[in-house]
């Protein structure tokens, strides 16, 4: 006698979330403490889990950034479960979801013929650089300072330069703590910010967004300054090659590679000044 298993798919609840970035921390992605709420924040129905026997077997965030944009990540499928086409399930409910946008996605090196198969094409490459342990930096950057709640207009202004579309609800939450964010001002404009995030290992630096260059490099000293003894990590657009240059002379060593690739338009953004990307996961 066949057994009927019961098979859903639906909408994650916040603590779903977190249960699907647990699985990414045992996969090695180290995310960050906190992240699940503010992750769902950005796009609270684009969390999606298919269940088996109301056990959550696979996963993918599907975020849709206002009306032409979407991003694919945490796309995972629960050990006990692979092999049985569940995956491709929730796959197809993520991008159900996403509709008829642009799509975006950082696909690890494994996945990228897969990624092309399905209309993907790779853009640039994103680099994991990191350090084990920050040596002591001077804290002299006069230009930069802590973001307060008073500058959130003019992130989210400056913001719209280096990400395709608004994502207010998200970056609210993101410059909270346990985060901690920074701006530097050129002529009494704001010309970068960057936030740096306590992850299952050490640090993350994301997004660091600038103007320039001196501007990126104030706004990364300002953030190790603040990380003395810390594991530091960045996901570093491959094309940034002065920033890349600058990460060595610190200390800092390559790691993993992953592609940003879309399906569709890539957006249009000021993509010299994007020095670290804010997560895989959302873009």
Known sequence: MSVVEDLEIRVLTTGEVEELVDWAALEGWNPGHGDAAVFRSADPEG??????????????????????????????????????????????????HLGDRAIGLDGV????????????????????????????????????????????????????????????????????????????RRQGVVAGYAVMRPCLGGYKIGPLFAMDGRT??????ICLANLKGEEVHLDVPEYQEGFRYLL????????????????GEPPSVQKTGVYAITTLELG
């Open 47 to 96: 969390f999606i889990g298919f269940f088996v026997e109301g056990r959550l077997a696979a996963g993918i965030s599907a975020v849709r950034y206002g009306d032409g944009f979407g991003f694919i990540g945490l796309y995972i499928c629960h050990p006990d479960f692979r092999g049985r086409g569940l995956g491709r399930r929730v796959w197809e409910a993520g991008m159900a």
């Open 216 to 221: 990126a490099e104030d706004l990364l000293k």
């Open 109 to 184: 090196v494994e996945q990228q013929e897969n990624y092309g198969r399905m209309g993907f094409a790779t853009a640039y490459d994103t680099v994991r650089w990191s350090i084990d342990r920050m040596p002591a930096l001077p804290a002299s950057f006069t230009r930069c300072e802590a973001i307060t709640e008073g500058d959130l207009a003019e992130i989210l202004a400056l913001d719209r330069a280096f990400f395709t579309a608004p994502r207010e609800d998200f970056l609210s939450d993101w410059l909270k703590p346990p985060r901690r964010a920074f701006l530097c």
């Open 248 to 263: 060595g002379r610190l200390g800092f060593k390559r790691g993993f590679q992953t592609s940003r690739m879309y399906r």
